[in-house]
Protein backbone atom coordinates (compact mmCIF):
# COMPACT_ATOMS: atom_id res chain seq x y z
CA UNK A 1 0.00 0.00 0.00
CA UNK A 2 1.67 3.24 -1.09
CA UNK A 3 1.46 6.24 0.66
CA UNK A 4 -1.44 7.84 -1.40
CA UNK A 5 -3.68 4.95 -0.52
CA UNK A 6 -2.74 5.08 3.29
CA UNK A 7 -3.61 8.85 3.73
CA UNK A 8 -6.77 8.14 2.24
CA UNK A 9 -7.19 5.59 4.25
CA UNK A 10 -6.83 7.24 7.31
CA UNK A 11 -8.55 10.29 6.06
CA UNK A 12 -11.26 8.17 5.67
CA UNK A 13 -11.20 6.70 8.86
CA UNK A 14 -11.15 10.09 10.87
CA UNK A 15 -13.05 12.62 9.25
CA UNK A 16 -15.70 10.08 8.24
CA UNK A 17 -18.65 8.65 10.31
CA UNK A 18 -20.16 6.45 7.53
CA UNK A 19 -18.20 3.64 7.15
CA UNK A 20 -17.27 0.57 9.49
CA UNK A 21 -13.95 2.08 10.12
CA UNK A 22 -15.14 5.67 10.67
CA UNK A 23 -17.90 4.82 12.84
CA UNK A 24 -15.53 2.83 15.21
CA UNK A 25 -13.49 5.66 15.24
CA UNK A 26 -15.58 7.57 15.98
CA UNK A 27 -16.84 5.63 18.96
CA UNK A 28 -13.45 5.38 20.34
CA UNK A 29 -12.82 9.22 19.87
CA UNK A 30 -16.36 9.45 22.47
CA UNK A 31 -15.01 7.29 25.18
CA UNK A 32 -11.49 9.12 24.96
CA UNK A 33 -13.39 12.78 24.78
CA UNK A 34 -15.43 11.88 28.03
CA UNK A 35 -12.90 10.00 29.65
CA UNK A 36 -11.08 13.41 29.58
CA UNK A 37 -14.17 15.24 30.80
CA UNK A 38 -14.19 12.95 33.52
CA UNK A 39 -10.83 13.51 34.63
CA UNK A 40 -10.71 17.11 34.66
CA UNK A 41 -13.85 17.16 36.86
CA UNK A 42 -12.45 14.59 39.18
CA UNK A 43 -9.15 16.87 39.58
CA UNK A 44 -11.34 19.65 40.50
CA UNK A 45 -12.43 17.47 43.53
CA UNK A 46 -9.52 18.70 46.75
CA UNK A 47 -10.00 15.18 48.21
CA UNK A 48 -9.71 13.21 44.67
CA UNK A 49 -7.07 15.38 43.26
CA UNK A 50 -4.25 14.92 46.44
CA UNK A 51 -5.11 11.12 46.67
CA UNK A 52 -4.92 10.54 43.50
CA UNK A 53 -2.87 12.98 42.18
CA UNK A 54 -0.80 10.48 40.63
CA UNK A 55 -3.05 7.75 38.96
CA UNK A 56 -5.04 11.31 37.56
CA UNK A 57 -1.68 12.83 36.24
CA UNK A 58 -0.85 9.65 34.29
CA UNK A 59 -4.14 8.54 33.00
CA UNK A 60 -3.85 12.59 31.54
CA UNK A 61 -0.90 12.35 29.65
CA UNK A 62 -1.85 9.27 28.20
CA UNK A 63 -4.93 11.12 26.95
CA UNK A 64 -3.00 13.62 25.87
CA UNK A 65 -0.61 11.66 24.02
CA UNK A 66 -3.68 10.09 22.46
CA UNK A 67 -5.27 13.17 20.93
CA UNK A 68 -1.59 14.70 19.88
CA UNK A 69 -1.08 11.52 17.66
CA UNK A 70 -4.88 11.78 16.74
CA UNK A 71 -4.62 15.91 15.94
CA UNK A 72 -1.29 14.99 13.77
CA UNK A 73 -2.74 12.60 11.88
CA UNK A 74 -5.76 14.72 11.05
CA UNK A 75 -2.96 17.62 9.47
CA UNK A 76 -1.02 14.55 7.64
CA UNK A 77 -4.05 13.16 5.93
CA UNK A 78 -5.22 16.17 4.39
CA UNK A 79 -3.48 18.24 1.00
CA UNK A 80 -4.13 21.74 2.63
CA UNK A 81 -3.27 21.41 6.94
CA UNK A 82 -3.99 25.04 7.25
CA UNK A 83 -7.67 24.10 6.54
CA UNK A 84 -7.97 22.38 9.47
CA UNK A 85 -5.24 24.05 11.87
CA UNK A 86 -7.01 27.36 11.16
CA UNK A 87 -10.67 25.99 11.82
CA UNK A 88 -13.09 26.49 14.41
CA UNK A 89 -11.95 22.57 15.27
CA UNK A 90 -8.90 22.11 14.84
CA UNK A 91 -8.16 25.59 17.35
CA UNK A 92 -10.13 23.76 19.83
CA UNK A 93 -8.83 20.89 19.45
CA UNK A 94 -4.56 22.44 19.52
CA UNK A 95 -6.07 24.53 22.50
CA UNK A 96 -7.25 21.03 24.48
CA UNK A 97 -4.44 19.60 24.06
CA UNK A 98 -1.38 21.95 24.70
CA UNK A 99 -2.18 22.84 28.73
CA UNK A 100 -0.69 19.60 29.93
CA UNK A 101 2.43 19.78 27.47
CA UNK A 102 2.78 23.55 29.12
CA UNK A 103 3.01 21.91 32.36
CA UNK A 104 6.27 20.48 31.50
CA UNK A 105 7.97 24.05 31.34
CA UNK A 106 6.08 25.79 34.20
CA UNK A 107 6.28 24.95 38.32
CA UNK A 108 3.32 24.24 39.86
CA UNK A 109 -0.01 23.80 38.51
CA UNK A 110 -2.34 26.69 39.88
CA UNK A 111 -1.44 28.95 37.00
CA UNK A 112 -2.74 26.46 34.64
CA UNK A 113 -6.03 25.82 36.37
CA UNK A 114 -7.98 28.01 34.10
CA UNK A 115 -6.10 26.76 30.80
CA UNK A 116 -6.55 22.94 31.40
CA UNK A 117 -10.23 23.78 31.69
CA UNK A 118 -10.03 24.46 27.82
CA UNK A 119 -9.48 20.48 27.84
CA UNK A 120 -13.46 20.81 28.43
CA UNK A 121 -14.09 22.20 24.90
CA UNK A 122 -12.96 18.72 23.40
CA UNK A 123 -16.60 17.81 24.61
CA UNK A 124 -17.22 19.87 21.29
CA UNK A 125 -15.97 17.29 19.18
CA UNK A 126 -19.20 15.03 19.86
CA UNK A 127 -20.64 17.68 17.87
CA UNK A 128 -19.28 16.07 14.56
CA UNK A 129 -19.54 12.29 15.45
CA UNK A 130 -23.41 12.45 14.94
CA UNK A 131 -24.67 10.54 12.07
CA UNK A 132 -27.71 12.49 12.24
CA UNK A 133 -26.09 15.77 9.83
CA UNK A 134 -29.33 15.86 8.02
CA UNK A 135 -31.58 16.00 10.47
CA UNK A 136 -29.74 18.89 12.54
CA UNK A 137 -29.58 20.51 9.62
CA UNK A 138 -33.03 20.43 8.99
CA UNK A 139 -33.74 21.89 12.63
CA UNK A 140 -31.71 24.65 12.22
CA UNK A 141 -33.27 25.71 9.05
CA UNK A 142 -36.71 25.43 10.89
CA UNK A 143 -35.47 27.61 13.72
CA UNK A 144 -34.37 30.48 11.28
CA UNK A 145 -37.38 30.48 9.67
CA UNK A 146 -39.42 30.51 13.10
CA UNK A 147 -36.77 33.43 14.12
CA UNK A 148 -39.23 36.09 12.90
CA UNK A 149 -42.49 34.65 15.26
CA UNK A 150 -39.98 33.76 17.77
CA UNK A 151 -38.80 37.43 18.38
CA UNK A 152 -42.04 38.65 17.87
CA UNK A 153 -43.09 36.45 20.53
CA UNK A 154 -40.51 37.28 23.17
CA UNK A 155 -41.25 41.24 22.47
CA UNK A 156 -44.75 39.82 23.37
CA UNK A 157 -43.55 38.45 26.66
CA UNK A 158 -40.97 41.40 27.41
CA UNK A 159 -44.33 43.62 27.47
CA UNK A 160 -46.39 41.46 29.25
CA UNK A 161 -43.46 41.32 31.92
CA UNK A 162 -43.31 44.85 32.14
CA UNK A 163 -47.06 45.29 32.53
CA UNK A 164 -47.53 42.61 35.30
CA UNK A 165 -44.49 43.87 36.99
CA UNK A 166 -45.58 47.44 37.03
CA UNK A 167 -48.89 46.49 38.74
CA UNK A 168 -47.02 44.59 41.58
CA UNK A 169 -45.01 47.40 42.38
CA UNK A 170 -48.39 49.25 42.85
CA UNK A 171 -50.06 46.26 44.53
CA UNK A 172 -47.49 45.01 47.05
CA UNK A 173 -44.77 47.48 49.10
CA UNK A 174 -41.34 47.55 49.81
CA UNK A 175 -41.42 45.01 53.01
CA UNK A 176 -42.32 41.95 50.23
CA UNK A 177 -39.34 43.11 48.17
CA UNK A 178 -41.36 45.15 45.24
CA UNK A 179 -39.16 48.44 45.90
CA UNK A 180 -39.17 49.64 42.11
CA UNK A 181 -40.69 48.85 38.82
CA UNK A 182 -37.25 46.86 37.97
CA UNK A 183 -37.05 44.46 40.98
CA UNK A 184 -41.17 43.71 40.65
CA UNK A 185 -40.33 43.21 36.33
CA UNK A 186 -37.47 40.96 37.30
CA UNK A 187 -40.02 38.88 40.01
CA UNK A 188 -42.68 38.71 36.99
CA UNK A 189 -39.63 36.85 34.49
CA UNK A 190 -38.53 34.66 37.34
CA UNK A 191 -42.53 33.67 38.10
CA UNK A 192 -43.06 33.94 34.84
CA UNK A 193 -40.46 31.15 33.63
CA UNK A 194 -41.42 28.76 36.43
CA UNK A 195 -37.87 29.69 38.08
CA UNK A 196 -39.14 31.21 41.07
CA UNK A 197 -36.07 32.05 43.01
CA UNK A 198 -38.20 32.51 46.42
CA UNK A 199 -36.21 35.84 46.92
CA UNK A 200 -39.35 38.10 46.40
CA UNK A 201 -42.68 36.97 47.24
CA UNK A 202 -46.43 38.81 47.55
CA UNK A 203 -48.08 38.97 50.48
CA UNK A 204 -51.57 40.81 49.59
CA UNK A 205 -54.20 38.44 48.74
CA UNK A 206 -54.44 40.72 45.49
CA UNK A 207 -50.43 40.11 44.82
CA UNK A 208 -51.00 36.82 44.95
CA UNK A 209 -53.69 36.08 42.83
CA UNK A 210 -52.08 38.45 40.27
CA UNK A 211 -48.38 35.97 41.19
CA UNK A 212 -51.23 32.36 40.37
CA UNK A 213 -52.44 34.09 37.14
CA UNK A 214 -48.03 34.62 35.75
CA UNK A 215 -47.48 31.02 36.73
CA UNK A 216 -50.20 29.45 34.85
CA UNK A 217 -49.51 32.10 31.87
CA UNK A 218 -46.02 30.82 32.43
CA UNK A 219 -46.89 27.06 31.50
CA UNK A 220 -48.12 28.03 28.15
CA UNK A 221 -45.64 30.57 27.04
CA UNK A 222 -42.91 28.12 27.73
CA UNK A 223 -44.68 25.88 25.15
CA UNK A 224 -45.13 28.59 22.40
CA UNK A 225 -41.50 29.03 20.91
CA UNK A 226 -41.26 25.05 21.27
CA UNK A 227 -44.88 24.75 18.98
CA UNK A 228 -43.78 27.67 16.56
CA UNK A 229 -40.13 25.70 15.71
CA UNK A 230 -42.20 22.11 15.57
CA UNK A 231 -44.84 23.64 12.90
CA UNK A 232 -41.92 24.80 10.84
CA UNK A 233 -40.58 21.82 10.99
CA UNK A 234 -42.99 19.64 10.27
CA UNK A 235 -44.44 21.68 7.18
CA UNK A 236 -41.08 21.12 5.63
CA UNK A 237 -40.11 18.05 3.12
CA UNK A 238 -36.33 18.07 3.61
CA UNK A 239 -34.84 15.88 1.85
CA UNK A 240 -31.67 14.34 3.93
CA UNK A 241 -29.44 13.14 0.79
CA UNK A 242 -26.35 14.01 3.19
CA UNK A 243 -23.03 11.77 4.34
CA UNK A 244 -20.24 12.85 6.35
CA UNK A 245 -17.48 12.76 3.50
CA UNK A 246 -14.95 15.50 4.22
CA UNK A 247 -13.47 16.73 1.54
CA UNK A 248 -9.38 15.64 1.95
CA UNK A 249 -8.61 19.63 -0.20
CA UNK A 250 -11.01 21.99 0.94
CA UNK A 251 -12.36 20.52 4.22
CA UNK A 252 -15.79 21.43 3.07
CA UNK A 253 -18.15 18.64 4.04
CA UNK A 254 -22.58 17.84 3.26
CA UNK A 255 -21.61 16.48 -0.17
CA UNK A 256 -24.04 14.29 -1.70
CA UNK A 257 -24.59 10.70 -1.21
CA UNK A 258 -23.20 10.16 -4.57
CA UNK A 259 -21.08 12.49 -5.03
CA UNK A 260 -17.81 12.01 -6.62
CA UNK A 261 -16.38 15.62 -6.73
CA UNK A 262 -16.43 18.38 -3.75
CA UNK A 263 -18.98 21.15 -4.49
CA UNK A 264 -16.92 23.75 -3.38
CA UNK A 265 -13.52 23.67 -4.77
CA UNK A 266 -14.38 20.72 -7.47
CA UNK A 267 -12.03 18.26 -6.64
CA UNK A 268 -12.69 14.71 -6.75
CA UNK A 269 -13.04 13.40 -3.15
CA UNK A 270 -11.75 10.16 -3.40
CA UNK A 271 -8.15 10.17 -5.23
CA UNK A 272 -6.52 6.86 -4.99
CA UNK A 273 -5.81 5.79 -8.12
Not at 17 to 36: E, M, N, R, Y
Not at 69 to 86: D, T
Not at 187 to 206: E, F, H, K, N, R
Request: glycine letters at 6%; proline letters at 3%.
Amino acid sequence: MNYKKIKHRIHEIIYEADTPAGKVFDVVLLIFILSSVVLVALESVDWIGEKYHEQLNIAEWFITVIFTIEYILRILSINKPSKYIFSAYGIIDFLSTIPKYISLFFVGTQSLLALRALRLLRVFRILKLTHFVGESNSLIKALARSKTKILVFMFSVVVLCIIFGTIMYMVEDDESGFSSIPRSVYWCIITLTTVGYGDMAPASPLGQFIASVIMVLGYGIIAVPTGIVSAEFTSQAFNIDHNTQACPHCMTTQHKDAAKYCHQCGEILNDVE
